[in-house]
């Protein structure tokens, strides 16, 4: 309801032409009722105000004769406000989102009366189960096959091309193993360092000492200082390097 | 926890409850069948009787068929209580209605969709589309939208009369 | 299919089966008390009652439990003929991999997991130790890993004895 009517604008747009008389309100056909408002064009032209209030004043009139008229009343105040809501819903947000049908028995929008034909119940999404299975020894033995593999084929190129001509570089793709995965956990750790005041050194990021580690960490830290995350400071050839964190992550 | 580990003989209903159990997806007729080793009458007596296990107060599950597909799933009266313990479902829920009002009137002309739900629904409608769950088709100016069968097997429908029935949904 | 659907007072039994079924996670033992609204004891009765249906020849389930979490797992001897059902294994092909290599080799050093398996095993490491599989003890300048005995359950073993040795990749 964002146009911000306020009740009284509501009604004032409301002409008295058009509001319900007290003698449809007294008849006993109060089906009657529902069929003249599918009359009107435009549901705002009844004011849902004005006719409880007339009901109110029959209802006093009434005395105590006739109570089973009050039920219905709240039923057919509450049809007419569902229509107002749904094109009030419609025009100032294009018709999204009309939250209010959630709050409305079934039950109550099958009553007979009510002839909307655009009208339809909001599909139930089915809850779907997502079962990830146990994996079975024999799954165990083949993955060890293929560890023992991925491996051997590692040693074999490592001792055949000492050089590194190998563009794999110890990435181990076969492993299914995230590359982007690896950089952020670097830089997490480099971070960490860094924002502790430490001098973050290439050997400081070295669990161990092998080559190939080495190589890992070294082709992760080229990456991140591409992507402007870090800068990688060589002193002179063959020293230690120094890694500073970029500017855009600095502090963080 | 589990007694005769190695035997090698397998019981046809005991493997008919693990291959409902472990598949996320309804499992065809078919491969029960293949499954369990079992001529076709023999399949029938086998669900019979897990339908009638299952039918015990005490039993929270239920099986559905659908099209000649089997899926085990929680009971309805039940599933409100434990349903939170499921992956999150990923439907909007503007989507949702749109995909309804396309459903219930399958298929139906993207003009009428838009009358009903408004011209936001042009990005439900795509979405729904790339989702595999709407088909859409020139007709004229417009586009006829249909639900497909990707949208039935999801909601586990046979058909989109299910729905002009009233029929539960789930 | 279902009969009673409409009953409003639920068995606590078939909220717990529900509850293993739907949840793609072992389920805490706390999380079932909460649901069932059963006492503790209650809680344990119907989990006895429900490993002894399950016992049955003509079931393809077991229960398992874990560290007072339980979970609803096809029987070990049935999965091999159901599992290309189920797409998604609950341990990722490179942790299993890592796994594989502690398994075989149980206990082993740290540093020689991370010879063959590449730096990305230091990650698979951790989570095998945080899903009880694996255990690590200081030993020198690294650790020593070893198998659980959650490990031998999860893969139905008497010990690591009954693993093949891979010794030849150290």
New interface residues.
Partial sequence: MNEGLEDGQLTSRLSDRDRINSVTLSSPYWQDILDQYASYEDPWEISVVEMARDFQRQLAELQDEDFELSGRMVVSCAVLLRVKAQELG?RS?????EEFDEYIEPDFLAYEEFDDE?F??????????????????????R??E???R???RREKRRDEEPELEDPDW?I?LD???DFH??LQ?LFRKVKKKWSQGKKVLFSTLL??E?R??KF??FLELLHLQSEGKINCKQEEPFSDILIEVGKDDDGE | MESNEERSVQDPKALVEAALFISSDPVPRSELIDLAGTPEDELDFIIEEIEDDLAAEDRGLRLVENNGNYQLRVKRFILPRVKYLAPHQDISRGVLRTLSVIAYNSPVLQKEVIDIRGNGAYDHIDELISRGFVTSKQEGRTKLLAVTQDFLDYFGLDGTEDLRKGEDLI
Wanted: net charge negative; glycine share 8%; aromatic share 4%.
């Fill in positions: 419609e947000e294009g018709g999204e989102e655009k339809v119940p909001t599909l139930e999404v089915p809850v779907k189960r997502i079962n990830r299975r146990a994996v079975t020894r024999d799954e165990l033995e993955a060890f293929d560890a023992a991925v491996y051997r110890g181990d492993d299914g193993e995965v690896r956990r669990n161990r092998s190939e580690e890992d960490t």
